[in-house]
Each structure stands twice: as structure tokens, then as C-alpha cells.
T-cell receptor, first 115, second 117 residues
Framework: AQTVTQSQPEMSVQEAETVTLSCTYDTSESDYYLFWYKQPPSRQMILVIRQEAYKQQNATENRFSVNFQKAAKSFSLKISDSQLGDAAMYFCAYRSRSNDYKLSFGAGTTVTVRA | GAVVSQHPSRVICKSGTSVKIECRSLDFQATTMFWYRQFPKQSLMLMATSNEGSKATYEQGVEKDKFLINHASLTLSTLTVTSAHPEDSSFYIC?????????????FGPGTRLTVL
């Protein structure tokens, strides 16, 4: 199974400021998917953003963007203009291009937004 | 958007009893469903993958006789925790994949909190 590492257990950000969450992964595959999921206090998992490894362009979804560095096996998430509703646990996840569709999750980073 | 429901949202049971958790895809046919377990402030751990009409595939270290998974229809998968013990207390999450759409995405249920006394 692929290993996904999130080295920041907790991050704190001031409202309206920017925070970057780090994620590295280990794989021998050349084609795969990477995801960031948000889990708010309700515990409902929400897909934030995804990146396909064969695409060089970094994915962006409104205030959320990624920095995908394939050679370094790094996939960081930037949250711009942080809002109180962004407070949650964020998980980085890896999925092979194979047919099993399994997700491997990192340990998660808890983001706190200060008003 | 695709919706996945879980029932019950919370369950408390006595040690030694069995508990069934349902996972339903409400507006799509889920060819594949996944069951995860999550301890407080920890990550999701994949327990098993189930495909409609076939036996579930369990991850290494997960007791298949303890955690019975049935995926009898394209919209329903069940997880039965048999002879539950306090160490089985956890948050259980299911997700489902819409195979017909070819979508990459897994849609997650809201989770079930199991407490075994």
C-alpha cells in the first residue's frame, strides 16, 4: 500500500490569511490521483480538490489550490482567505489508477481558524 | 450531487451482541462500496471493499468473521459487527463509487458512531 505522510498534526491560521498544509507520498507508479478531503466537526468527509498525476497544471478550486511536485512526491494544499468554516481536519489521500479505487489516507492535519 | 446515507448514526450496544450498520446510495448505483474505521482524531483506516454480488475483500489485519460485509444490491451494503466488544467502539464510515458514471470520486456517508458497553 502506498504511504501518505502529513507531517503537521495541527495548523492555526488567522481569518482571511493563508495556510499551507503539506503532504508527501511514496509510490512507484507513474499515474495516480491525489486528493484533499475535509472533515469538519460533523465528521462528514468532503472532497476539497483532486489532482491527476499526468497533469502538470496545479488544480484550483476557488480559495483552495495545490502545489503538486511529482518528482518530489509532494502535494501541498493552500487555503487562501481563510474562513471560520474552513476549520476542520484535512486529509491527503492517494489513489492508484488501477481498478481497485482504494484510497490511502494520511494521518490528517487539524486546521484552526482564529477570528 | 450523489448522496450516501448511513443508518444508524449512533448505536450503543452491550458487549457480546451484534450490530448491523447500513450504507445506502440514494441517487446512484454503487458498484463498489468501502468501509472505513476511524478512531478519535485519527485517520480513516480501510477495512474492506465490497462489490455488488460478490464477497468483500478485507484489508490485512481485519477479521472477516468479526466484521461481516454484505453488498446484496447496487444501493445497499451492510456491515455487521459480530459479538461486539468495547475495543470495537469506533466511528465507522462507508463510501460508495458510482461505477456507471465512470467517476473517480468516492462519496462518503455521514458515519456511524458505535459504542460497546
Amino acid at each position: 500500500a502506498q504511504t501518505v505522510t502529513q507531517s503537521q498534526p495541527e495548523m492555526s491560521v488567522q481569518e482571511a490569511e493563508t495556510v499551507t498544509l503539506s503532504c508527501t507520498y511514496d509510490t512507484s507508479e507513474s499515474d495516480y490521483y491525489l486528493f484533499w478531503y475535509k472533515q469538519p466537526p460533523s465528521r462528514q468527509m468532503i472532497l476539497v480538490i483532486r489532482q491527476e498525476a499526468y497533469k502538470q497544471q496545479n488544480a484550483t478550486e476557488n480559495r483552495f489550490s495545490v502545489n503538486f511536485q511529482k518528482a518530489a512526491k509532494s502535494f501541498s494544499l493552500k487555503i487562501s482567505d481563510s474562513q471560520l468554516g474552513d476549520a476542520a481536519m484535512y486529509f491527503c489521500a492517494y489513489r492508484s489508477r488501477s481498478n481497485d479505487y482504494k484510497l490511502s489516507f494520511g494521518a490528517g492535519t487539524t486546521v484552526t481558524v482564529r477570528a | 450531487g450523489a448522496v450516501v446515507s448511513q443508518h444508524p448514526s449512533r448505536v450503543i450496544c452491550k458487549s457480546g451482541t451484534s450490530v448491523k450498520i447500513e450504507c445506502r446510495s440514494l441517487d446512484f448505483q454503487a458498484t463498489t462500496m468501502f468501509w472505513y474505521r476511524q478512531f478519535p482524531k485519527q485517520s480513516l483506516m480501510l477495512m474492506a471493499t465490497s462489490n455488488e454480488g460478490s464477497k468483500a475483500t478485507y484489508e490485512q489485519g481485519v477479521e472477516k468473521d468479526k466484521f461481516l460485509i454484505n453488498h446484496a444490491s447496487l444501493t445497499l451494503s451492510t456491515l455487521t459487527v459480530t459479538s461486539a466488544h468495547p475495543e470495537d467502539s469506533s466511528f465507522y464510515i462507508c463510501s460508495a463509487r458510482d461505477g456507471a458514471s465512470g467517476s473517480y470520486e468516492q462519496f462518503f456517508g455521514p458515519g456511524t458512531r458505535l459504542t460497546v458497553l
